[in-house]
């Protein structure tokens, strides 16, 4: 009798930054869902090798590939002033697996959905799945198994004879998904490089931020995962990999703030004990919920106000007020859990008047222990100034940074930049990248405590790794 051979999905991380290093999980979630039974998942996870290319080369050429689906997270660095473009990476890897492979290629991850068309052009790959991979991920497998067609296959977007197929997108319950398959990826070379280890509760924003893709790419619904479940995963983690700080990836984890109440609530009755931090947003940020953060282990609160002058909120549509802000720093602070403030200086709208306003909001507290200033708004496709400031032609053919920046603040950014250091006693790195303001006392006392917020990593210094 002739023995199956089952043949290899192969899942290929092609993102190399490592600033700060992040796991891939978005590939860990698509082969969660493969059959085990029927095929043999790889994730060949190129970032952190000394030698990406020889790795590939070396991992690739053992298997007999199915399909390779290769996950494109990042396109742009979205940091204005220190503009740093992922693509060519990207192609340099594409065109490795080419010479190594004929099975299909198939892209996907959140900088591939945002420029899907251009990457698949760029790139000289025939398929993409736009948004959340799951379901797709899974169809097309059934359609090389000649189960599916390919117009049968939900959030799909193809090139035939140069024209473009896209197919309607999907949002499915995330209870519905196979966890991640965490036992894939090697998480102790990123615990080991000073990576969190990701977590993700749900999938969607309600909010209206002008500037942002996040709802694009992951709904404008809440699609929560059972609290069990995340706690499990978190578990399987410590077990597995002794992981000991998480980072929840949703776009907001504080919000709506009962389902994150649960999580943290799910912790504490587990009696799990991790590190974490997370995006929050002023608007969940209640007495209790703070409460139920620390007691959870939060050590840090990516608070994302973007601008703490109303009239700025309002142009970048927020959706919360400055005494949000005021409510959720006190809030933060009175639980002791450390607060990275995020600001955008220079959106439509922004003068020396309303930087001011900004400015002086934050001298009311003093504790906040990072502000970052990003000077210029980066725009992205999907979002809303990309309808009113965004340039097609530009990006099509460069895909490369592209930054709003107010002419008023244009015209004073020497003076703006210092505005901003003279906020306190600050010490200024990196000036241009973003200005960040510190507490060094605290900083140190972190490091001596070996607690480490994320925004430490700002500056690893590791090596960047490049596809030679
Ligand atoms: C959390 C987060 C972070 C955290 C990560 C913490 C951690 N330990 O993982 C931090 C703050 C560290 C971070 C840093 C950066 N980030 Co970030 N981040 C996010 C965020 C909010 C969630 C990412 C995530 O993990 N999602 C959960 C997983 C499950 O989803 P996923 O990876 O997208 O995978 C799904 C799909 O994309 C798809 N998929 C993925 N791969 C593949 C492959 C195939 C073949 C298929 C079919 C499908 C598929 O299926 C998956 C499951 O549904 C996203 C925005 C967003 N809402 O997506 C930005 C985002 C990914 N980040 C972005 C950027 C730019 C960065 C930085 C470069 C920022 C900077 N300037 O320094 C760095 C890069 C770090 C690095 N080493 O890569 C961009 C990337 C796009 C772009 N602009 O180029 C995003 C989209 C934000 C944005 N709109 O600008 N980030
Ligand atoms: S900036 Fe944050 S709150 Fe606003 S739409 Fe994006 S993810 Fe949602």
């Not at 970048?316 to 450390?338: A, W």
């Not at 000077?375 to 100034?385: D, K, N």
Request: glycine fraction near 6%.
């Amino acid at each position: 009798m002739k023995k199956f051979i089952k043949p290899d999905i192969v899942l290929i991380n092609s993102n190399l930054e490592v600033d700060p290093p992040v796991a891939p999980i978005g590939l860990a979630c698509l082969a969660g869902q493969i059959d085990r039974k029927k095929y043999f998942p790889h994730i060949i996870d190129l970032c952190l090798e000394d030698n990406p290319k020889k790795e590939l080369i070396f991992q690739l050429s053992k298997l007999k590939p199915l399909m390779i689906g290769v996950s494109v997270r990042n396109i742009f660095s979205g940091v204005p002033l220190q503009p740093k473009n992922y693509l060519r990476t990207v192609k340099k890897i594409i065109r490795e697996i080419k010479k190594l492979t004929t099975a299909p290629i198939i892209l996907g991850g959140a900088g591939f959905s945002i420029y899907p068309e251009e990457i698949l052009r760029a790139t000289g790959v025939e398929y993409g799945i736009i948004g959340e991979g799951e379901i797709p991920f899974v169809q097309f497998i059934e359609y090389l198994e000649k189960k599916r067609s390919l117009a049968d296959i939900s959030s799909l977007i193809f090139l035939l004879n140069g024209k473009v197929h896209i197919s309607k997108r999907i949002y499915d319950s995330v209870n519905k998904y196979k966890p991640p398959a965490f036992d894939l990826i090697d998480y102790k070379k990123y615990i080991k490089a000073g990576g969190y280890v990701a977590v993700q509760t749900k999938r969607g924003c309600r909010f209206n931020c002008r500037y942002c893709t996040y709802p694009y790419l992951e709904g404008k619904n809440y699609r929560t995962k059972g609290v069990k479940q995340v706690v499990e995963e978190i578990k399987y983690l410590i077990e597995r990999y002794d992981a000991k700080y998480f980072f929840f990836v949703d776009s907001v984890f504080s919000f709506p703030t009962n389902y994150a109440s649960g999580i943290c609530q799910e912790i504490i009755n587990q009696g799990v004990q991790i590190a974490w931090m997370a995006y929050v947003n002023p608007r969940g940020i209640t007495k209790n919920f703070a409460e139920l953060m620390k007691k959870s282990g939060c050590i840090g609160a990516e608070l994302t106000t973007d601008s703490a002058s109303e009239k700025m909120l309002v142009r970048l549509g927020k959706g919360f007020t400055g005494k949000e802000i005021q409510n959720s720093i006190e809030m933060l602070h009175k639980y002791r859990i450390p607060i990275a403030i995020h600001n955008i200086i220079g959106g439509p709208g922004e003068s020396l008047e309303t930087v001011k306003e900004t400015l002086s909001f934050y001298k009311r507290f003093p504790y906040v222990n990072a502000i970052f200033f990003n000077f210029g708004v980066a725009l992205f496709r999907h979002s809303m100034f990309w309808e009113k400031y965004g340039n097609e032609s530009y990006s099509v053919n460069k895909l490369r940074n592209q930054i709003y920046i107010s002419p008023e603040i244009k015209k004073n950014l020497k003076l703006v930049h210092k505005m901003c250091l003279d906020l306190s006693n600050c010490d200024v790195t990196d000036l241009g990248y973003y200005s960040v303001i510190s507490k060094f006392l605290f900083h140190d006392l972190m490091r001596k405590l070996k607690i480490y917020p994320v925004w430490k990593y700002n500056h690893f210094k590791g090596k960047l790794t490049r596809f030679l």
